[in-house]
């Protein structure tokens, strides 16, 4: 049963002539969950080649593939920058008012939030939990007598990995936090899901990072917020855009004094934007069976 710290190692296996670096790791069985680029990924052996694109004094530039059983299931591009030397930069950014700068989206504060129930088919929801706001669940609520906005569905969750003391936050959870946001059919109303279940795979994820991790001291290690809107385009296809911020405190720890303006000192950690494909869950166990899990 090992946390996410520990499912997401891998191993050095070798250099390739082109200067491709390899690596092995095991998609483990407790956390993979839905994951879906190219093709569904499935529990077992997996192999990462990280190929150097560009290398520069700002920007690096790194391709990555996942293969598994001989297949390509991932692509990813990696552009690492360095904070410093852009913030450093003679042509310096334009900063608004503080009147005008964006608060945490969240309302309620983690120490006060209500933990809700792991979703039925996480095998890892003993590694992490999570409370919903509840203003953003009346918002929703005024598009069944409203209609339908510009918004779409808005989210907002806290969730809390359950790791060592010791082990911090990295950029290699991220992309875990981005997809654990609430897909759409959890949220609409009774008569609308009629107790159907569907998944909701990623067909694609771009994420930026705004700040650099570890977060410093103030604010609490395992725990981030996650916001989100949601637009559904046509045919089960929907796009998510999601920001992903620090939190003042441990959710799920003991009450504590709450400063008002904690809403002020927090920091976005990353933004994101997600294509992703509503389908009924068959077909991902289907395809995996048959080895024939392309989108």
């Given at each position: 049963m090992a946390p996410l710290s520990d499912a997401i190692n891998t191993t050095f296996k070798e250099s390739?002539?082109?200067?491709?670096?390899?690596?092995?790791?095991?998609?483990d069985p407790q956390w993979a969950f839905g994951v879906q680029f190219l093709r569904a990924t499935t529990p077992g052996p997996m192999e990462i080649r990280i190929a150097t694109v560009r290398a520069g004094k700002q920007f690096t530039n790194l391709a990555v593939e996942v293969h598994q059983k001989n297949?390509?299931?991932?692509?990813?591009?990696?552009?690492?920058s360095n904070f410093e030397s852009i913030s450093e930069s003679p042509v310096g950014g334009v900063s608004l008012p503080a009147s005008h700068v964006s608060l945490h989206?969240?309302?309620?504060?983690?120490?006060?939030?209500?933990?809700?129930p792991p979703h039925w088919a996480q095998k890892f929801s003993m590694h992490y939990i999570h409370a919903h706001d509840p203003y953003f669940e009346e918002k929703n609520k005024l598009l069944e007598t409203e209609g339908r906005n510009a918004d779409g569905l808005m989210l907002g969750t806290w969730i809390r990995l359950i790791e060592a003391e010791d082990v911090k936050m990295s950029p290699t959870y991220i992309p875990f936090v981005v997809d654990m946001i609430q897909i759409p059919w959890a949220?609409?109303?009774?008569?609308?899901?009629?107790?159907?279940?569907?998944?909701?795979?990623?067909?694609?994820?771009?994420?930026?990072?705004?700040?650099r991790l570890p977060l410093p001291p103030d604010c609490a290690s395992h725990t981030l917020a996650i916001f989100s809107r949601k637009r559904h385009l046509k045919d089960g296809i929907w796009n998510d855009s999601t920001e992903i911020w620090s939190a003042p405190a441990e959710l799920g720890d003991e009450p504590v004094e709450t400063d008002e303006k904690w809403r002020e000192k927090m920091v976005c950690v990353a933004v994101a934007s997600q294509v992703a494909f509503m389908a009924p869950p068959d077909i991902n166990l289907r395809y995996a069976k048959e080895d024939k899990s392309r989108m």
């Open positions: 390739l002539e082109d200067g491709t670096q390899v690596y092995e790791c095991t998609a297949s390509l299931n991932i692509t990813v591009q990696l552009i690492f989206p969240l309302v309620v504060h983690p120490s006060k939030a209500k933990l809700a949220i609409l109303p009774e008569e609308h899901t009629k107790g159907r279940i569907f998944w909701n795979p990623s067909l694609t994820i771009t994420i930026e990072f705004k700040c």
